[in-house]
């Protein structure tokens, strides 16, 4: 073979061969990454009603601490260092840098009173008493670091959403394709939760997006997200 023909075969493998190829490296990295965790690092049990008996349909629960560290894994450092080194991209191209500070600052501060008001919201809803928290020993002396724990699966979820799918096709397909594209899959990656939280994944998948892209960060939206979550665990531990 020619040193020509092994320069252009080269060419074709490789980090360059994805950096021209975003789209299909972010939405296949995604793809993997949620069946991933949809299958095997779950904290609860999906089954199907089939021949008069219930089937499982996924592996054995992992205790709730093991489902946030594989979250952590899962939907945050695996798919976002892949497709950094394999679409040559920086933590600041999918939004893991600090971004704009001090609006994002104010965007906490001003987000804290609206998240307060939605766990107090959610935490009266019957299908998210059912659910919540994972762990239902959790107690409240050990609620701070059970909460602290809990910003793996969040921060992890942010990272995959807003940051490897969001900002890896907002260039690629424009901000609002790829706004509704992580939306749709955050959503879908609901499935199996309570039908009220599925439902608000909708609106707060675009919200979300939106700020994150005008802030060039999303992990003032992690906060807010993880604080959300941990509220409502909260409110049903004290209840």
């Not at 299909?24 to 990295?29: A, I, M």
């Not at 950094?84 to 600052?105: E, F, Q, S, V």
């Not at 602290?148 to 969040?154: K, M, S």
């Not at 499935?191 to 802030?215: D, K, S, Y």
Request: hydrophobic share 55%; aromatic share 10%.
């Amino acid at each position: 073979m020619s040193s020509a023909a092994v320069a252009g075969s080269r060419r074709h493998t490789g980090p360059r061969f994805f950096e021209r190829r975003r789209t299909e490296l972010v939405l296949g990295t995604a793809t993997l990454a949620l069946l991933a965790f949809y299958y095997l690092a779950r904290a609860d049990l999906v089954g199907t009603y089939a021949r008069g008996g219930w089937r499982a349909v996924t592996e054995p629960p992992l205790p709730v601490t093991l489902h946030y560290l594989m979250a952590g894994l899962l939907l945050g450092a695996i798919p976002a260092l892949l497709t950094m080194w394999l679409g040559r991209l920086r933590a600041a191209d999918l939004g893991l840098g600090a971004g704009r500070t001090r609006p994002g600052l104010l965007v906490l501060a001003s987000g804290l009173p609206l998240v307060a008001v939605a766990a107090l919201i959610g935490a009266r809803s019957p299908v998210m008493q059912a659910v919540y928290p994972l762990d239902p020993s959790v107690t409240p002396d050990r609620f701070v670091a059970y909460a602290a724990i809990q910003f793996l699966y969040y921060g992890g979820w942010e990272v995959l959403f807003r940051g490897v799918v969001l900002f890896g096709l907002r260039d690629r397909l424009g901000e609002g394709t790829a706004n509704v594209i992580q939306t749709a899959l955050s959503v879908l990656a609901h499935f199996g939760r309570p039908v009220t939280e599925t439902f608000a994944a909708v609106p707060a998948g675009i919200v979300f997006g939106w700020i994150g892209l005008r802030l060039e960060s999303i992990w003032y939206v992690a906060i807010l997200h993880w604080l959300l979550g941990a509220g409502v665990d909260a409110l049903l531990i004290l209840r």
